[in-house]
């Protein structure tokens, strides 16, 4: 039953990505074209306006959908599964969190910085493989804990370092002083 509750949940998550995925497909050819002619402030302001725009929509539906659940359950599968009143919140945070995150990953693709989008990809897949070995493994947390293992990578790759390698690369955030060394 633990698996047939995080599959509907993925399931849900999935609807909810759609809504934003529409967003992100029309700014690919915008974020390349302003960057080939530097406007990196266009691409800046691109990148938080869709950001926060997903960001919302997301955070809406998600609040929307977990206070009507069991009503959408009961329409969707003609019952409402126990368990998924558990995992269904911990879903709806990493689908929010990473879901906005794709205006991201088309702002670092437009601007040609794929070997980062790729390293950090890896790197959050690898995080978020070993936590859920932690949280499974060694802490018993079953689902959730393979759950929280996604929410923490997500925080830490779409929340905290994608930002901040966007906006530093499109200026916003002034790079580190150079350190000068004498002769």
């Known amino acids: 039953t633990t698996i047939a509750d995080y599959s509907t949940a993925l399931m849900m998550d999935a609807a909810l990505l759609l809504l934003v995925a529409g967003i992100s497909a029309p700014l690919l050819p915008r974020v390349t074209s302003a960057h080939l002619s530097g406007q990196l402030a266009v691409i800046r302001r691109y990148y938080l306006r869709a950001s926060v725009a ?12 977990w206070a009507a659940w069991p009503i959408v359950m009961r329409l969707w599968i003609d019952s409402v599964p126990p368990g998924l009143s558990i995992i269904l919140p911990l879903v709806l945070i990493h689908t929010t969190i990473g879901g906005a995150s794709g205006i991201g990953r088309v702002v670092l693709i437009g601007m040609g910085k794929i070997r980062a989008w790729t390293i950090s990809s890896l790197a ?39 930002p901040w390698y966007i906006l530093h690369h499109t200026g916003k955030i002034a790079s580190l002083p150079k350190v000068v060394t004498p002769n």
């Open 124 to 162: 959050g897949g690898l995080l978020n493989v070993a936590l859920a070995l932690l949280f499974t493994l060694v802490f018993h947390l079953g689902i959730r804990g393979i759950i929280f293992a996604t929410i923490i990578s997500v925080t830490i790759r779409c929340l905290i370092w994608m």
């Open 54 to 65: 997903s960001f919302a929509i997301l955070l809406s539906a998600s609040l929307a959908l």
